[in-house]
């Protein structure tokens, strides 16, 4: 694992004893929304442990996002 993705899981984990689980969630689900509405896309990841989807919205409402599939 390089060093910045060990440092960016170092983080999360302090934030999760700092925080706590539902505070640090909230956090990463913003900021992962922040960037899908930016770059104008959506996104769904799938792995063994479970499936996010993030799927952004113009600030009228409407879906806006393009699934990256």
């Known amino acids: 694992m390089s060093n910045e993705k ?4 170092e983080a999360l984990a302090k934030s999760l004893v ?3 689980t539902k505070e640090t969630l909230s956090i990463v689900s913003r900021f992962l929304i922040a960037i899908a509405f930016h770059q104008r896309i959506s996104f ?3 792995c063994t442990l479970g499936k996010l989807n993030v799927e952004t919205i113009s600030l009228n409402g409407e879906n806006e996002g ?4």
């Not at 060990?6 to 899981?9: A, I, N, Q, T």
């Not at 393009?66 to 599939?69: G, R």
């Open 6 to 9: 060990s440092e960016l899981c």
């Open 18 to 20: 700092a925080l706590g």
């Open 44 to 46: 769904e990841f799938d």
């Open 66 to 69: 393009q699934n990256d599939e």
